[in-house]
């Protein structure tokens, strides 16, 4: 049986084959933990937001990652300063 937070394939026969579910972090097989704030992480891995965006713990796409306070883009980025007399 996989660890919390990782899954494996029907049919796998090693701790080795569990990855961490969407949103948690770590290696094959685990441990998997949440992943932290401004970061996003698919299939285990971590990945930072791109540069003034941010997102919430137990993020999994870089749409989650959106622009702070005083930038303005789509959502996962670019995030540019917003224009003067805008906010």
């Keep these: 049986m ?6 494996s394939l029907p049919g796998s026969s090693v701790v080795g084959q569990c990855v961490c579910v969407d949103g948690y972090q770590g290696s094959r097989g685990g441990p998997c933990e949440l992943c932290p704030d401004d970061t996003y992480c698919l299939n285990g891995n971590l990945t930072k937001c791109a540069l003034n965006s941010a ?7 870089s749409e989650q990652c959106l622009c702070v306070s005083g930038y303005v883009g789509p959502d996962g980025g670019p995030c540019d300063v917003c224009e003067e007399d805008y906010w």
């Design 2 to 7: 996989c660890p919390g937070n990782s899954s």
């Design 55 to 61: 997102a919430l713990a137990g993020s999994w796409s």
